[in-house]
């Protein structure tokens, strides 16, 4: 198998198209990955990434970030959700 046909590196050439950049790459060697150490982003499927993923959220003034955190867990049916940093609006 040619690296130019592999999924993971049409991936890589698909970063550089949305980042507008032209590279060249240099493969040292091939290799199978094991399907149960993951996925390719094109084949994940939506309930991978909404147990492990993450929700960029703009929060709007009102609801503290506790109340923002209770629904997404409801409308997502997952029982854990937190979050990271602040949710508050910039002053």
Known sequence: MKIES???FAFLKKLDEVANKKRNYIVKS???TDPRYGFY???RPV???ISYGLIPLDKPPGP???EVVAWIKKMF???KAGHGGTLEPKP
């Open 30 to 32: 091939e290799a199978e």
């Open 77 to 79: 049916g997952v029982s």
């Open 64 to 66: 503290t970030s506790h």
């Open 41 to 43: 982003p094109f084949e």
């Open 6 to 8: 592999s999924k993971g």
């Open 47 to 49: 309930d991978v990434y």
